[in-house]
């Protein structure tokens, strides 16, 4: 099993719906989470971090965080088509070994 | 966010020769840097993980005595491609985080072998 798992997409949307983009996870030790996302050519840029279980909302987007279920997710509310990008995600090992292991990232279009 | 620096952002070199690429946190102490290497169209891979004032522990498969390491401080990182071959051109990012905090990305630097 894949430490990190995500759909790779391509995700197309409607510009002004809604994008739901979803990672699963396999060390249940992992205590943060983090989305990011990387435009082509580009590094990635942190978008959200996420702690704890339930919701955490930051302007049009949310992270949903559910251990028990070692699942995260990030909904992008009213897309817009600069939000095109690929969308990856962390989970951190805590610790003095912690390290920071990324999935191969879900692709999300937004068409005008 | 937190700015990390990170220089060349580009490099061409010829094969056999040596290659150091900078990472530098400007506005907080990187207890922890991350070099990741990514090919086109794929995710980035973990190379190693540092802190600082100790050696670097790296993933499976990468060799340690070709990708060099250096985490002197706590501001700065260094890695460094020795012997470059075609097949090391790739992009390479850093990472860097204080403590608990979350990690920020350097601009990656693009590293072509000829």
């Known amino acids: 099993q894949k430490e990190v798992e995500q759909n790779s997409g391509p995700l197309s949307v409607p510009e002004g719906a809604i994008a739901s983009l979803n990672c699963t996870y396999s060390d249940r030790v992992s205590q943060s989470f983090f989305w990011y996302r990387q435009y082509s050519g580009k590094s990635p840029e942190l978008i959200m971090s996420i702690y704890s279980n339930g919701d955490k909302e930051d302007g049009r987007f949310t992270a949903q965080l559910n251990k028990a279920s070692q699942y995260v997710s990030l909904l992008i509310r009213d897309s817009q088509p600069s939000d095109s990008a690929t969308y990856l995600c962390a989970p951190w090992r805590s610790g003095n070994t912690g390290k920071l292991i990324f999935g191969q990232g879900t692709t999300l279009q937004v068409k005008p | 966010g937190a700015v990390v620096s990170q220089h060349p952002s580009w490099v061409i070199c010829k094969s056999g020769t040596s290659v150091k690429i900078e990472c530098r946190s400007l506005?907080?102490?990187?207890?922890?840097m991350f070099w990741y290497r990514q090919f086109p169209k794929q995710s980035l891979m973990l190379m190693a993980t540092s802190n600082e004032g100790s050696k670097a522990t790296y993933e499976q498969g990468v060799e340690k005595d070709k990708f060099l390491i250096n985490h002197a401080s706590l501001t700065l990182s260094t890695l460094t491609v020795t012997s470059a071959h075609p097949e090391d051109s790739s992009f390479y990012i850093c990472?860097?985080?204080?403590?608990?905090?979350?990690?920020?990305f350097g601009q990656g630097t693009r590293l072509t072998v000829v």
């Open positions: 506005d907080f102490q990187a207890t922890t």
């Open positions: 990472s860097a985080r204080e403590g608990q905090g979350s990690a920020f």
